[in-house]
């Protein structure tokens, strides 16, 4: 029975890194997106990756918890667009703090 539960936990553990792994791939892979396509919409992003838009709006969420994008809103003919923009790792810099 120890052996059992020992080859559980290390196949749950296993997985816990895979999914680990997975999910950044695919951070990483909307924010080089967003870079190479700027001033897109969490819709538009869903259907030009092919993700659903629950998936989109939570990596979008991570990206923005990391300062990695921004969100600027826009009027298109009475309907309000969130438009999404990668933020320059200059923009990302402490200059004060640097000498």
């Known amino acids: ?49 092919g993700w659903s838009g629950g998936k989109v709006r939570y990596y979008l969420q991570r990206l923005l918890e990391d300062n990695e994008i921004r969100i600027l809103e826009s009027r298109d003919s009475q309907r309000l667009k969130k438009l999404v923009y990668a933020i320059d790792w200059k923009e990302m810099i402490d200059w004060t703090k640097i000498k």
């Open 1 to 49: 029975m120890e052996m059992q539960n020992r080859a559980v936990f290390l196949a749950a553990k296993a997985s816990a890194e895979i999914r680990g792994l997975r999910a950044e791939a695919n951070k990483d892979e909307l924010m080089y997106y967003i870079e190479k396509n700027p001033g897109l919409s969490s819709y538009e992003l869903a259907k030009k990756l």
